[in-house]
Nanobody, 125 residues
């Protein structure tokens, strides 16, 4: 079955950086729009970022804009989320999600067809 696996989470201090990776098992991520979501206890799931098929277009939530970047690595069949200037409010479980699209200039942060198990990110001093 199609499967996504997130990795790279951990404990970092405020102001620090962390790089998350979304790896595919059984399919090629190049043909899917990829989104990153996060969820903290007591809060609704938030769409953090997404990247289009081909990687030519990306979007970010206002809460992370200017601090996070997203990129594809086709050779490794992964999508990475680089998080900088981390704040305690960034704490949560981070998930990646894949959606097949024929469009190459569009992505979305409100849904996904296939999901990973999540990786914990904790920002604390």
């Amino acid at each position: 079955q199609l499967q996504l696996v997130e990795s790279g989470g951990g404990l970092v201090q405020p102001g620090g950086s962390l790089r998350l990776s979304c790896a595919a098992s059984g399919f090629t991520l190049d043909n899917y729009a990829i989104a990153w979501f996060r969820q903290a206890p007591g809060k609704e799931r938030e769409g953090v970022s997404c990247i289009s098929v081909g990687g030519g277009c990306s979007t970010f939530a206002d809460s992370v804009k200017g601090r996070f970047t997203i990129a594809r690595d086709s050779a490794k069949n992964t999508v990475t989320l680089e998080m900088n200037s981390l704040k305690p409010e960034d704490t949560g479980i981070y998930y990646c999600a894949a959606t097949p699209l024929s469009l190459t200039n569009y992505c979305f942060r409100d849904r996904g067809d296939y999901w990973g198990q999540g990786t914990q990110v904790t920002v604390s001093s």
